[in-house]
């Protein structure tokens, strides 16, 4: 029977968990990111969520409770392994930090690709706005890497049957950070979260108003997207500030971002510039989003959108 010590290449990933104690979204990127250096192992917080991990490409997994960082680190201990992967959300930043320190390892924050070559293992960064990639190496040891969420499209292929080991991670009583609330806010709309959203439709200041911000969720509501906005937009009061995208606002990573009426400032490009296909309308043809659009239209949002709504209304009849 195939066993943890079996697997070759192993890269431990933290499955994160919903507040309800489900398997986080992320799961399948952190598995689909550690498949493109080696072997998946998942660290799970319960024994449920073994056959989820395994459907994402979990090629071994590690059914560890209690605090996470405890978890990682028993993990770590128990198989050698070439990395450490983990989501670059609160909990995971909170958990790379202390699990570096305990395992005297080097950390990488917010990749959006790992690979390797023949000295090991690399994270590829995208920073000053997405200006600039970057990678970074540990010079010894596995580098604990977080992973920006929405960034990876890889996934790995369903294992059937991994090997599963449990393991008693007693508490290390060492500090850590716990969440001691957790109040969700009820959402007023059906439209997706905007962290990890596929689709993203942004509107800035030449929306002109909060009442003329609509056409942007109209945009969206007919791709199935979400809304982002540029702090501008914010500042004016068209939209709330959870919508900003932007250094000082949320970061994405959607296959489709849509920007109207968004110049295209740095502070902006930071939080969407790895967008997979980007799409500017704007009147101005000098605006500095069009240096990084896939497609650009030069012309009045209030002209060039209602015709794009209507075209993909009359395409969902078809
Ligand atoms: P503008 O720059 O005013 O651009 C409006 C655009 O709309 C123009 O290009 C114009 O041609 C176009 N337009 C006008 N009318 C129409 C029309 N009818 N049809 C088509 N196009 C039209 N910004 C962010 O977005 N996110 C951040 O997180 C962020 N953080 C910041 C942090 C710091 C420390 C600082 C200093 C700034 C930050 N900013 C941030 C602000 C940023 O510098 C810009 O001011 C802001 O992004 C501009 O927003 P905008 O593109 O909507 O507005």
């Known amino acids: 029977m195939t066993t943890i010590d079996d697997i070759t290449a192993p ?148 294992v059937a049957s991994p090997p599963v080991e449990h393991l008693d991670t007693p508490a290390s009583q060492r500090r850590s950070a716990r969440f001691g609330t957790l109040t969700p806010i009820p959402s007023s709309s059906s439209r997706p979260d905007l962290r990890g959203a596929a689709r993203v439709v942004a509107g800035g200041r030449g929306l002109g108003s909060a009442e003329k911000f609509a056409l942007v969720e109209d945009l969206a509501d007919a791709l199935g997207a979400a809304v982002g906005a540029s702090r501008a937009a914010v500042d004016a009061g068209y939209v709330a500030h959870a919508h900003q995208v932007g250094q000082t606002g949320v970061s994405v990573s959607p296959q489709l971002y849509i920007a109207l009426g968004i110049s295209g400032a740095v502070q902006h490009k930071a939080g969407m510039q790895t967008a997979k296909t980007i799409v500017a309308i704007n009147k101005d043809a000098d605006a500095p989003i069009f240096e990084i659009a896939d497609f650009g239209v030069v012309g009045d949002v209030f002209t060039v959108v209602p015709q794009l709504i209507t075209a993909l209304d009359a395409n969902a009849k078809r």
């Open 11 to 158: 890269v431990l990933v933290l499955v994160d968990t919903t507040p309800d104690g489900a398997p986080a979204p992320s799961t399948g990127a952190l598995l689909g990111a550690a498949a493109a250096i080696g072997t998946p192992v998942a660290v799970v917080a319960a024994a449920d969520h073994v056959n989820r991990a395994a459907a994402l490409g979990a090629g071994g997994v590690i059914v560890a409770g209690g605090d996470r960082t405890d978890a990682l680190t028993a993990a770590i201990a128990r198989i050698r392994t070439d990395a450490v992967v983990l989501s670059h959300s609160v909990e995971g930043r909170e958990v790379a930090a202390r699990l570096a320190v305990r395992a005297r390892a080097a950390v990488a924050v917010d990749a959006v690709r790992i690979s390797r070559d023949h000295e090991g293992v690399i994270a590829h960064h995208s920073v000053y706005g997405g200006a600039y990639d970057v990678v970074s190496a540990a010079t010894f040891g596995p580098p604990i890497i977080t992973i920006r969420q929405g960034s990876i499209d890889a996934r790995a292929g369903a």
